[in-house]
Protein backbone atom coordinates (compact mmCIF):
# COMPACT_ATOMS: atom_id res chain seq x y z
CA UNK A 1 0.00 0.00 0.00
CA UNK A 2 1.22 3.37 -0.66
CA UNK A 3 2.02 5.51 1.53
CA UNK A 4 0.61 9.12 1.58
CA UNK A 5 3.54 11.84 2.72
CA UNK A 6 1.95 15.07 4.20
CA UNK A 7 4.68 17.58 3.10
CA UNK A 8 4.54 20.40 6.33
CA UNK A 9 3.55 24.10 4.78
CA UNK A 10 6.99 26.49 6.26
CA UNK A 11 4.83 30.04 6.22
CA UNK A 12 6.77 32.88 4.34
CA UNK A 13 8.88 34.72 6.03
CA UNK A 14 7.30 38.16 7.75
CA UNK A 15 7.43 41.17 6.11
CA UNK A 16 10.28 43.44 7.98
CA UNK A 17 10.28 47.13 8.16
CA UNK A 18 13.31 48.88 7.97
CA UNK A 19 14.69 52.39 8.51
CA UNK A 20 18.20 52.57 7.03
CA UNK A 21 20.31 55.78 8.70
CA UNK A 22 23.77 56.72 6.56
CA UNK A 23 26.09 59.15 6.25
CA UNK A 24 28.95 60.00 3.56
CA UNK A 25 32.70 59.93 4.00
CA UNK A 26 33.88 62.38 1.39
CA UNK A 27 37.01 61.56 -0.34
CA UNK A 28 40.35 63.50 0.05
CA UNK A 29 43.21 62.30 -1.84
CA UNK A 30 45.77 64.80 -0.26
CA UNK A 31 45.20 63.49 3.15
CA UNK A 32 45.35 60.10 1.53
CA UNK A 33 41.37 59.42 1.22
CA UNK A 34 40.65 57.74 -2.15
CA UNK A 35 37.61 56.58 -1.43
CA UNK A 36 34.20 58.18 -1.60
CA UNK A 37 32.09 56.59 0.84
CA UNK A 38 28.24 56.01 1.24
CA UNK A 39 27.11 53.98 4.31
CA UNK A 40 25.18 52.60 7.22
CA UNK A 41 22.64 50.64 9.04
CA UNK A 42 18.99 49.16 8.50
CA UNK A 43 17.81 48.64 11.71
CA UNK A 44 14.59 47.15 11.90
CA UNK A 45 11.39 49.06 13.30
CA UNK A 46 10.83 46.92 15.61
CA UNK A 47 14.66 47.12 17.18
CA UNK A 48 15.34 50.39 17.45
CA UNK A 49 13.97 51.34 20.46
CA UNK A 50 16.26 48.72 21.78
CA UNK A 51 19.66 50.06 20.24
CA UNK A 52 18.39 53.90 21.10
CA UNK A 53 18.57 52.80 24.58
CA UNK A 54 21.88 51.00 24.59
CA UNK A 55 23.83 54.58 22.71
CA UNK A 56 21.50 56.40 25.49
CA UNK A 57 22.67 54.58 28.14
CA UNK A 58 26.29 55.24 26.89
CA UNK A 59 25.52 58.92 26.85
CA UNK A 60 24.50 59.23 30.33
CA UNK A 61 27.59 57.32 31.14
CA UNK A 62 30.04 59.76 29.09
CA UNK A 63 28.06 62.90 29.08
CA UNK A 64 25.55 62.59 32.71
CA UNK A 65 22.90 62.96 30.77
CA UNK A 66 20.90 61.54 27.34
CA UNK A 67 19.61 64.55 26.22
CA UNK A 68 20.08 65.04 22.15
CA UNK A 69 22.25 68.17 21.88
CA UNK A 70 25.82 69.37 19.89
CA UNK A 71 27.49 68.84 23.44
CA UNK A 72 26.12 65.17 23.50
CA UNK A 73 26.58 64.00 19.95
CA UNK A 74 28.92 60.51 19.17
CA UNK A 75 30.52 62.57 16.07
CA UNK A 76 32.92 60.13 14.69
CA UNK A 77 35.71 62.22 13.73
CA UNK A 78 35.04 64.18 16.72
CA UNK A 79 35.60 61.34 19.04
CA UNK A 80 38.93 59.94 16.99
CA UNK A 81 40.59 63.60 16.97
CA UNK A 82 39.44 65.22 20.41
CA UNK A 83 37.02 67.97 19.08
CA UNK A 84 34.01 69.46 20.45
CA UNK A 85 32.85 67.85 23.53
CA UNK A 86 35.40 65.22 23.68
CA UNK A 87 38.27 67.98 23.31
CA UNK A 88 40.89 67.03 26.21
CA UNK A 89 40.00 64.09 26.89
CA UNK A 90 42.19 60.97 26.91
CA UNK A 91 42.91 59.25 23.93
CA UNK A 92 42.40 55.67 25.16
CA UNK A 93 39.00 57.14 27.00
CA UNK A 94 38.18 58.16 23.64
CA UNK A 95 38.88 54.90 22.14
CA UNK A 96 36.82 52.87 24.40
CA UNK A 97 33.91 55.17 23.12
CA UNK A 98 34.15 54.07 19.68
CA UNK A 99 34.36 50.17 20.79
CA UNK A 100 31.84 50.49 23.15
CA UNK A 101 29.82 51.98 20.13
CA UNK A 102 31.13 49.35 17.45
CA UNK A 103 30.09 46.66 20.26
CA UNK A 104 26.45 48.06 19.64
CA UNK A 105 26.95 47.84 16.09
CA UNK A 106 28.38 43.92 16.30
CA UNK A 107 25.82 42.56 18.60
CA UNK A 108 22.70 44.22 17.34
CA UNK A 109 21.64 40.69 15.35
CA UNK A 110 18.90 42.65 13.39
CA UNK A 111 21.23 45.45 12.40
CA UNK A 112 22.40 45.35 8.57
CA UNK A 113 25.54 47.04 7.91
CA UNK A 114 25.88 48.30 4.92
CA UNK A 115 28.31 50.47 2.41
CA UNK A 116 29.19 51.60 -1.09
CA UNK A 117 32.76 52.56 -1.63
CA UNK A 118 33.95 54.36 -4.58
CA UNK A 119 37.59 54.83 -5.74
CA UNK A 120 37.81 58.21 -6.95
CA UNK A 121 41.11 57.97 -8.76
CA UNK A 122 39.94 55.48 -11.21
CA UNK A 123 36.85 57.20 -12.03
CA UNK A 124 37.05 59.09 -15.36
CA UNK A 125 34.51 61.66 -13.81
CA UNK A 126 35.61 61.65 -10.07
CA UNK A 127 33.29 64.60 -9.35
CA UNK A 128 30.14 61.84 -9.82
CA UNK A 129 32.00 60.09 -7.21
CA UNK A 130 28.90 60.92 -5.10
CA UNK A 131 26.00 60.09 -7.32
CA UNK A 132 27.77 57.01 -7.90
CA UNK A 133 28.50 56.16 -4.27
CA UNK A 134 24.98 57.02 -3.50
CA UNK A 135 23.39 54.81 -6.08
CA UNK A 136 25.22 51.98 -5.50
CA UNK A 137 24.21 52.19 -1.96
CA UNK A 138 20.86 52.48 -2.54
CA UNK A 139 21.53 49.16 -4.83
CA UNK A 140 22.92 47.19 -2.25
CA UNK A 141 19.72 48.43 0.36
CA UNK A 142 17.61 47.70 -2.18
CA UNK A 143 19.22 43.84 -2.26
CA UNK A 144 19.35 43.45 1.24
CA UNK A 145 15.91 43.45 1.74
CA UNK A 146 13.68 40.31 0.85
CA UNK A 147 10.90 40.91 -1.69
CA UNK A 148 7.90 41.48 1.50
CA UNK A 149 10.23 43.99 3.38
CA UNK A 150 10.71 47.61 2.78
CA UNK A 151 12.81 50.44 4.07
CA UNK A 152 13.25 54.17 4.43
CA UNK A 153 15.97 56.38 4.26
CA UNK A 154 16.99 58.68 6.56
CA UNK A 155 20.36 60.87 6.39
CA UNK A 156 22.44 63.17 8.02
CA UNK A 157 21.11 67.00 7.03
CA UNK A 158 24.51 68.49 7.07
CA UNK A 159 25.35 66.54 3.86
CA UNK A 160 25.59 68.76 1.29
CA UNK A 161 24.35 66.11 -1.56
CA UNK A 162 20.59 66.47 0.05
CA UNK A 163 19.43 68.06 -2.92
CA UNK A 164 21.04 65.45 -5.47
CA UNK A 165 20.15 62.50 -3.29
CA UNK A 166 16.08 63.29 -3.22
CA UNK A 167 16.14 64.11 -6.80
CA UNK A 168 18.56 61.18 -8.02
CA UNK A 169 16.53 58.34 -5.37
CA UNK A 170 13.44 59.79 -7.27
CA UNK A 171 14.82 58.59 -10.53
CA UNK A 172 16.27 54.91 -9.19
CA UNK A 173 12.36 54.92 -7.78
CA UNK A 174 11.36 54.85 -11.38
CA UNK A 175 13.79 53.76 -13.34
CA UNK A 176 16.45 51.91 -11.80
CA UNK A 177 19.95 52.50 -10.73
CA UNK A 178 21.84 54.50 -14.21
CA UNK A 179 23.71 51.96 -15.77
CA UNK A 180 22.98 48.55 -17.73
CA UNK A 181 22.85 46.34 -15.05
CA UNK A 182 21.37 48.61 -12.66
CA UNK A 183 18.59 47.81 -9.85
CA UNK A 184 14.81 48.67 -9.65
CA UNK A 185 14.22 50.44 -6.21
CA UNK A 186 11.29 49.31 -5.22
CA UNK A 187 11.43 48.18 -1.47
CA UNK A 188 12.77 51.45 -0.49
CA UNK A 189 10.01 53.61 -0.18
CA UNK A 190 8.83 57.22 -0.09
CA UNK A 191 11.68 60.03 -0.43
CA UNK A 192 14.83 60.60 1.36
CA UNK A 193 14.51 62.15 4.44
CA UNK A 194 16.98 64.02 6.82
CA UNK A 195 17.73 65.04 10.03
CA UNK A 196 20.50 66.89 12.24
CA UNK A 197 22.98 63.69 13.71
CA UNK A 198 22.40 65.55 16.71
CA UNK A 199 18.50 64.51 16.85
CA UNK A 200 19.13 61.15 16.22
CA UNK A 201 21.25 58.18 18.10
CA UNK A 202 20.68 56.10 15.28
CA UNK A 203 22.43 58.75 12.67
CA UNK A 204 25.35 59.04 14.72
CA UNK A 205 25.46 54.82 14.63
CA UNK A 206 25.36 54.97 11.14
CA UNK A 207 28.33 57.68 11.59
CA UNK A 208 30.33 55.78 13.72
CA UNK A 209 30.22 52.88 11.10
CA UNK A 210 31.05 55.01 8.15
CA UNK A 211 34.04 56.37 9.77
CA UNK A 212 35.10 52.53 10.80
CA UNK A 213 34.56 51.33 6.78
CA UNK A 214 36.90 54.70 6.02
CA UNK A 215 39.37 53.91 8.51
CA UNK A 216 40.01 51.08 6.36
CA UNK A 217 40.13 52.59 3.23
CA UNK A 218 42.38 55.40 4.27
CA UNK A 219 45.83 55.77 5.78
CA UNK A 220 45.85 56.99 9.02
CA UNK A 221 48.82 55.50 10.93
CA UNK A 222 50.27 56.35 14.37
CA UNK A 223 48.72 55.95 17.83
CA UNK A 224 45.47 56.13 17.68
CA UNK A 225 45.40 54.08 14.37
CA UNK A 226 47.11 51.39 16.70
CA UNK A 227 45.22 51.75 19.41
CA UNK A 228 41.49 51.65 17.30
CA UNK A 229 42.71 48.11 15.37
CA UNK A 230 43.38 47.01 18.98
CA UNK A 231 40.56 47.82 20.13
CA UNK A 232 38.54 46.41 17.25
CA UNK A 233 40.04 42.94 16.50
CA UNK A 234 37.56 41.22 18.19
CA UNK A 235 34.76 42.33 16.78
CA UNK A 236 32.64 41.22 13.73
CA UNK A 237 31.78 44.54 12.00
CA UNK A 238 31.96 42.49 8.24
CA UNK A 239 29.05 44.37 6.19
CA UNK A 240 26.28 41.93 5.26
CA UNK A 241 26.13 44.15 1.95
CA UNK A 242 28.41 46.21 -0.10
CA UNK A 243 30.03 47.47 -3.01
CA UNK A 244 33.68 48.41 -3.71
CA UNK A 245 33.77 49.97 -7.59
CA UNK A 246 35.67 50.26 -10.01
CA UNK A 247 37.71 47.36 -8.91
CA UNK A 248 39.88 47.65 -12.13
Known sequence: MALDFVVPMIPPEPPRRYVTYF??????????????????????????????????????????NQELTPQTEFHASHIYFGKGP????????????????????ASSTGVRRIYAAINT??????????????????ERVQLMTTPRSTSI?????????VTSMVRDFARF?????????GVE??????????????????IQLADIYVFLVSHKFGTR???????????????DLCPHRYKEWPRS
Open 23 to 64: DEVKAMPGNGQDFYLVGGIAVPMEEIGGVENEISALADDIFG
Open 153 to 161: LIGDLEDQQ
Open 86 to 105: FKGMEPAKRISIIERLASIL
Open 185 to 202: VKNIVDSVHFAKSHHSRL
Open 221 to 235: KGFMSDLLRDALKEK
Open 121 to 138: RKLIAPERAAEFAFAHFC
Open 173 to 181: RVSGTPWHY
